[in-house]
């Protein structure tokens, strides 16, 4: 019910306020296991991804956030999780496994940190990973225009996203060659659709 109230208001701010556009949501898989990928520019990229689809969406989220009582037991009730950055997270990982064990959607943004400029930067390599241990499709997303919130020459933008066609990983998990190779498709089809986008 929380998760529900939550996605219709961030839904209706979206739409009404940000006059957010919308593409792509037909190749979101109905059921089952699925990671979306996005580029990564502000906070407000979490609930932008989630809210827009029926689906619920657990989140990697940085411990740090967990440890305000009140607002850590908020996002857990949103399907958050906790990661450190900027070490390997062997119980964050297992979290994520488990989330598309259970057939759900998880939501991941492969460059690890938010883009100041909103230019893409390099992905990490465990978004790839995840998806070769568990064999879930990736559906690339590309958001538009996040990173000008209040800032960067804007106030109230206009906001884009869209999903990609979904994409698998086909290669050895413990190949860190084609791991690479993978997270660089990832963020290849990030990079295309929001050229795509900004042409809208």
Do not use: W
Request: with cysteine; aromatic share 8%.
């Amino acid at each position: 019910m929380f998760y529900g109230f939550l996605q219709h208001f961030f839904r209706l701010i979206f739409h009404v306020i940000f006059r957010t556009r919308v593409y792509g949501c037909e190749n979101i898989p109905a059921e089952g296991a699925v990671i979306l990928a996005a580029n990564h520019a502000s906070n407000i990229d979490p609930p932008l991804m989630a809210s827009l689809i029926d689906r619920p969406v657990s989140y990697m989220a940085k411990i740090e956030l967990f440890e305000n009582p009140i607002f850590g037991a908020a996002i857990r009730r949103c399907h958050a999780f906790p990661v450190k950055r900027g070490a390997s997270d062997r119980g964050a990982i297992k979290a994520a496994v488990t989330v598309l064990k259970e057939g759900r959607i998880l939501g991941l943004f492969p460059e690890g940190t938010r883009s100041k400029t909103g230019e893409l930067q390099k992905a990490e390599a465990g978004v790839a990973l995840i998806a070769a241990m568990t064999g879930a499709p990736i559906v690339p997303v590309a958001i538009l225009n996040t990173h000008r919130i209040f800032s960067n020459g804007g106030l109230l933008p206009q906001l884009r996203i869209m999903y990609g066609a979904p994409i698998m990983f086909h290669g050895d998990r413990k190949n860190k060659e084609a791991l690479d190779a993978f997270s660089e498709e990832i963020m290849a089809h990030i990079a295309r659709m929001k050229d795509e986008l900004a042409e809208m």
